[in-house]
């Protein structure tokens, strides 16, 4: 069962996801001009990997479902909302349960390797283990070089920790369903091609 099918050729999809691109843009540069440059890396990450498909093809309609793409841009919006503190933190790792579906997918559909729906699910889990781990050493370079406060103090951030492998443990049989229902449904899914070879996966 292909992967493929989650990078989408559909222009309705693509309007959408441009315009999630375009708002996850102005936030990476509203982040860092407020004092904000982790959050503003965190955006700008989710950028790169979102316009992957468009540059590998050089179609811009080309685009993930924009519906990930709006699930990764969650964080960004809890910024400039009053949103509770435990509702934001579990929306971060949301978010990044999502860009870790994008980077699974992109590497099946972009490069040589080639994965069931299953065990790109569990590889979503360990990558969003991973990228968590990662963003509290973002987190930390912020603070230490500057002078913000993201990690409050020890207990909230082994709190996180623990939130964002939950979220992953609980996302990942999630995510196995996506990939088996988008490849199964196929109905406007895009048959990528190899970017090095031209032919169809």
Do not use: C, K
Not at 161 to 177: D, E, K, N, Q, W
């Amino acid at each position: 069962m292909a992967l493929t099918a989650i990078v989408e050729d559909d222009r309705t999809n693509a309007t959408l996801g441009w315009g999630v691109v375009s708002v996850l843009t102005l936030a990476a540069v509203a982040s860092a001009v407020l004092g904000g440059p982790a959050w503003s890396l965190l955006a700008g990450a989710a950028v790169a990997v979102a316009v992957v498909p468009a540059a590998a093809f050089r179609d811009p309609s080309v685009m993930p479902p924009w519906e990930l793409l709006a699930v990764v841009a969650l964080p960004t919006a809890s910024r400039f909302f009053a949103l509770p503190d435990a509702l934001a933190d579990t929306a971060i790792f949301v978010a990044i349960v999502a860009f870790s579906v994008l980077i699974v997918a992109e590497l099946h559909v972009f490069s040589p390797v080639e994965m069931p729906p299953r065990f790109a699910a569990v590889l979503v889990v360990l990558l969003t283990m991973a990228t968590a781990g990662l963003w509290t050493l973002v987190q930390y370079g912020s603070d230490a070089f500057f002078g913000t406060a993201l990690i409050e103090d020890q207990t909230s951030l082994m709190w996180d920790l623990v939130v964002a492998t939950a979220v992953s443990v609980i996302g990942g049989p999630l995510v196995g369903y996506y990939f088996e229902r988008q490849a199964a449904e196929g109905g406007r899914s895009f048959r990528a091609r190899s970017a090095a070879g031209g032919g169809e996966r």
